[in-house]
T-cell receptor, first 110, second 115 residues
């Protein structure tokens, strides 16, 4: 079973920041938080990952709470092309498979 | 640089038949994982191949088997197809190196329909 809990769906206005929460209260010290997204009929796309520090790349920012029991993916200026299912996954070091939950369906509205 | 490629894109098979799906990993990647994604659900891990051997396996029956070739490409074989095997089959590649952490890159998938 997935080790994360995410809202089933969320809406966001185009141009606004999209904040997608994820709960991972049973995360272990050696587990990373990964975010992927899946646009309709495509394979999942890697967004970002982190261990305990906040991370930022060209796509998004990842904010991990100090106790590491939850995190938030932030898309700073959502566009219609960001409409997708977003998956939050916790995983140990390389070699381990990803356990996907149902994810959050984000709809960016014009 | 080509990413992960999969073939065919779509496939229709009859119950009881056998099917082979193919995957070429991203350049420089040596590990291939396969996932099954039923409609409306997240991908489910089938197995992972590295150095031409199955290294990890999810909760799938023996009807699901695979192979990895010396050039790191991989095949997924499913025997005795059931209606419930209808799904999007995803291949993901990654690099397996000591001390490093690498994300998996996914291909576009093969849509299998069993009638």
């Amino acid at each position: 079973d997935a080790k994360t809990t995410q809202p089933t769906s969320m809406d966001c206005a185009e141009g606004r920041a999209a904040n997608l929460p994820c709960n991972h209260s049973t995360i272990s010290g050696n587990e990373y938080v990964y975010w992927y997204r899946q646009i309709h009929s495509q394979g999942p796309q890697y967004i970002i990952h982190g261990l305990k520090n906040n991370e930022t790349n060209e796509m998004a920012s990842l904010i991990i709470t100090e106790d590491r029991k939850s995190s938030t993916l932030i898309l700073p200026h959502a566009t219609l092309r960001d409409t997708a299912v977003y998956y939050c996954i916790v995983r140990v070091h390389y070699g381990q498979n990803f356990v996907f939950g149902p994810g959050t369906r984000l709809s960016v509205l014009p | 640089d080509a990413g992960v490629t999969q073939s065919p894109t779509h496939l229709i098979k009859t119950r009881g038949q056998q099917v082979t799906l193919r995957c070429s990993p991203k350049s420089g990647h040596d590990t291939v994982s396969w996932y099954q994604q039923a409609l409306g659900q997240g991908p489910q891990f089938i197995f992972q191949y590295y150095e031409e051997e199955e290294r990890q396996r999810g909760n799938f029956p023996d009807r699901f088997s695979g192979h990895q070739f010396p050039n790191y490409s991989s095949e997924l074989n499913v025997n005795a197809l059931l209606l419930g095997d209808s799904a999007l089959y995803l291949c993901a590649s990654s690099i397996r190196q000591t001390g490093a952490l690498y994300e998996q890159y996914f291909g576009p998938g093969t849509r299998l329909t069993v009638t």
